[in-house]
């Protein structure tokens, strides 16, 4: 949210399969009511969305894509111990409007009304490429963020297992050394009454 309404960029977070595990903030109306709606142009999205996150990964570095519906996209990993948890993906946005050609290509592949389409496409934001550069730049920083809080949970829940494990450990050690002393005292009684038994005199005895 807070990434959205400083940016007025759209975004989602993801998983390493590039599902959606957060509500989409800020999304257009072309992707949020045409294109995420309908199941084979929302595989395309979640193919992209994974698509951008192995990019990314392999880069180092935030990634800058075209979407399969020509949306430019960002893309930036949210590590924990360095193993990928998710992506934090962002965009929506074009260089330059969409032609007529690209319009009704694009309602022909999805099945799309064409004047629903042409009417959602007129309405997507424009920026410049070095303004793409700079929101690239802050959707990582978030990222970066996001990671750390990520990070910062892994090693907690880790300490919290560790702790488990060393309170179980010892009360199980607790527990054997309470099985052995009482083992041990049931052998000194016995012991003992069988001393005293064989030093009493014969009558007494019976």
Known sequence: DTFTNMTGIASIITDTEGIPITKPRGFCKFCAE???????????????????????????????????????????????GGKQLGCFVGGQRRVEPYSEEEIETLARRYDLDLEQTRQALSQIGLCTREELESIAAVLNQFAEVLSELAYNNYVMKGSVQALRESLKVR????????????????????????????????????
Do not use: W
């Not at 698509?51 to 893309?75: K, M, N, S």
């Not at 002393?181 to 052998?187: A, E």
């Not at 064989?198 to 009558?203: L, S, Y």
């Open 171 to 206: 009360s199980q050690f607790i527990v054997d050394i309470e099985q052995d002393l009482r083992t041990s005292i049931r052998f000194i009684v016995e012991q003992s009454e069988k001393v005293l038994f064989q030093d009493m005199p014969e009558n007494p005895r019976k």
């Open 34 to 80: 045409l294109m995420r709606e309908s199941q084979e142009s929302r595989r395309s999205c979640h193919q992209c969305d994974k698509q951008g996150a192995i990019v990314t990964l392999r880069e180092g570095h935030p990634t800058t894509y075209i979407c399969h519906a020509g949306l430019y996209d960002f893309a930036a990993p949210i590590m924990a």
